[in-house]
């Protein structure tokens, strides 16, 4: 059994808006009105565009979509090691990135194919990418967007905030702030 339901529910109800008498109503008191609903907006609104397809055909579409995100995420994880660890070259680095890769698609996949968790891993995604943003010291505003989106997409991921610590010092407050601007936006 995977938890795609809720996702499917909060598109639905968003788009319909009445689509059940249980979830009729205001749009805005989705959450309100329906605790089985703990997902941030970013992870359900890709599927409410979505909604002249079939459930199954959406799940198993996004499936693939998160199962190819957690490939890109290894690989900018291993971008991003090859500047913070540059004393890993050849063979040890290959053999390091295997490890770390298997360790983390082993995970991703079970979070994925099991149970189908948009929104953990549009999280774990998003801050992934704002920490290679960081690392190659790219647009600060850039890095608050994706962090921001992330903590929208599951509250949890603010504990993952402290990235930030990696930018220089005149960019950390500018970051702080567009995070929590964005993530209150959502």
């Not at 605790?35 to 693939?64: D, E, M, T, Y």
């Not at 979070?111 to 600060?140: E, K, P, S, Y």
């Not at 921001?148 to 990696?166: D, E, F, Q």
């Amino acid at each position: 059994l995977s938890d795609w339901l809720p996702f499917e529910i909060a598109a639905r109800t968003f788009i319909h808006f009445q689509h059940n008498i249980v979830y009729a109503g205001n749009p805005f008191a989705l959450y309100a009105r329906n605790p089985l609903i703990q997902i941030g907006p970013p992870a359900w609104l890709p599927l409410a565009g979505l909604q002249w397809l079939s459930p199954r055909q959406v799940n198993v579409g996004f499936v693939g979509v998160m199962v190819v995100l957690g490939l890109l995420a290894v690989g900018a994880i291993e971008l991003v090691s090859r500047q913070v660890l540059p004393e890993l070259t050849g063979r040890r680095r290959a053999t390091t990135m295997l490890v770390a890769g298997a360790g983390v698609m082993i995970a991703w996949g079970y979070n994925v194919g099991r149970w189908h968790h948009l929104d953990d891993v549009m999280a774990l995604t998003f801050t992934v990418f704002a920490c290679l943003l960081i690392q190659r010291r790219r647009a600060w505003w850039l890095v608050g967007l994706l962090l921001g989106t992330a903590v929208a997409a599951k509250p949890w991921a603010i504990i993952l905030t402290p990235v930030i610590m990696g930018l220089p010092r005149a960019d950390r407050s500018k970051v702080a702030l567009a995070t929590i601007v964005v993530a209150g936006a959502w």
